[in-house]
């Protein structure tokens, strides 16, 4: 019997990782990794006044003198010795410490420079153009929970903590491997009319690239259950993550899921009511996941990006990446299936609202996998909606 949608990614969801990956890396090898530890913050930032601004630093009760002598430069990086006393200043630049005994930094824009002298053009409020201590951050502030995928806000704010290797969760490995007798890897010859060029391990290797995987190519294997055993097995050794694309629907060809039951792994569950790749496959051996594809090139895109994303995020205890929001339907859209359906449209975002057509898609078989190109969303219709009109609001799936 096959299952609710909801119902699978539920089991997807419930999966709990006994151990995870983890490793430290150089911080510029960062990028696109999930950190694995809190970090907080071991200073002050700034650990001292300083100044925002270049300038005279000095008392602000002075600023009624009008005049005031200049009594020493301060450019930043110096340690300075001097202080401000009263009817004085410093000449202080933008991230030089604060002289003792000034509250306050005059901008140079506000002053006449008059021998050795400097006469206030324009006042300023007490404590202007002073950072405090603990502006931007204070010792013991948690700055970036575990969990964070890193990016470039990420690398800066640790490299300002002197954060020279962070611990990160290793990227699952995704073994990809196609199945099908018929298929033609990138540049092999054709040698008859019935094969055709494969495109699943490809277009997995890239979504795996894409969304914080490791992929390892397997290329394509014949229909045949002994070779599919083998590579199988081989794959699981060497990964988190084994995807399989065909061969898992009732054929007489159809192997892979007697070879994922062979190898000891648990079936999570097999056969969804998703349109399209109902016959999915989703199987678990210790921490290693095993998921069998369906072989159609929409079927198995749709279905790598529903069911191994979430499993390549939580490998790393990290968010999955794609992303659901509401838009407005610009024409009818006709459902096809009792079941929960994805289903390729334009995205268009139109005085801020976002809008969905289905301009240029062709309706027809799950082979269709020019229909993924242009501006193209997923329109997700719940196994208990229906077609819907013009004006509807709708959920649909970003990949970005
Ligand atoms: P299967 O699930 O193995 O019955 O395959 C379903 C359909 O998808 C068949 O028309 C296959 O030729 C096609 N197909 C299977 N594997 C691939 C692949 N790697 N790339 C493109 N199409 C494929
Ligand atoms: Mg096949």
Avoid: W
């Avoid at 078989?365 to 709708?394: Q, W, Y």
């Amino acid at each position: 019997m096959f299952m609710h949608f909801d119902a699978s990614m539920q089991i997807i969801d419930d999966q709990q990782i006994n151990h995870y990956k983890t490793k430290k890396l150089y911080l510029m090898e960062c990028l696109g990794y999930v950190l694995a530890e809190d970090i907080i913050a071991d200073h002050n930032s700034p650990a001292f006044p300083t100044s925002a601004m270049d300038g005279y630093a000095f008392k602000h009760e002075d600023i009624t003198l009008g005049r005031l002598k200049i009594a020493s430069i301060n450019p930043a990086g110096s340690e300075l010795k001097e202080e401000v006393f009263g009817g004085t200043c410093i000449k202080t630049f933008t991230g030089s410490l604060m002289p003792i005994g000034a509250d306050t930094l005059i901008p140079i824009e506000n002053v006449e420079v008059d021998g050795d002298e400097i006469v206030i053009k324009e006042e300023v409020p007490y404590g202007f153009a002073v950072r405090e201590v603990g502006e931007n951050y204070a010792q013991g502030q948690k700055l970036i929970p575990q969990g964070t995928k890193i990016d470039f806000p990420q690398i800066g704010v640790m490299a300002s903590l002197n954060v020279v290797s962070p611990l990160v969760y290793d990227k699952p490995v995704v073994s990809i491997i196609s199945t099908g007798s018929e298929l033609l890897e990138l540049g092999q010859t054709q040698t008859n009319d019935a094969q055709i060029r494969s495109s699943n391990n490809y277009i997995l290797e890239a979504i795996t690239a894409k969304y914080g995987g490791r992929a390892l190519q397997m290329g394509c294997i014949k229909d045949d259950k002994q070779s599919i055993t083998d590579a199988v097995a081989a794959a699981l050794e060497k990964s988190d993550i084994v995807v399989t694309t065909g061969g898992v629907s009732v054929g007489d060809f159809d192997f892979v899921k007697d070879v994922i039951a062979e190898l000891g792994a648990e079936v999570l569950f097999k056969g969804v009511r998703v349109k399209p790749g109902q016959h999915i496959m989703v199987a678990r051996k210790e921490d290693k996941f095993i998921v069998g594809l369906p072989g159609f090139a929409y079927s198995s895109t749709v279905t790598a990006l529903l069911y191994v994303l979430p499993l390549i995020a939580k490998l790393q205890r990290g968010k999955c990446a794609l992303r659901k929001i509401k838009a407005v339907l610009d024409e009818p859209f006709k459902k096809r299936a009792g079941k929960a359906e994805f289903t390729t449209c334009n995205l268009k975002l139109i005085d801020g609202k976002y809008h969905i057509d289905f301009k240029d898609k062709k309706v027809g078989s799950s082979a269709i996998l020019t229909n993924m190109l242009g501006d193209v969303a997923l329109l997700f219709t719940p196994e208990e909606e229906g077609s819907k009109e013009k004006g509807d609001e709708v959920t649909v799936l970003v990949l970005d």
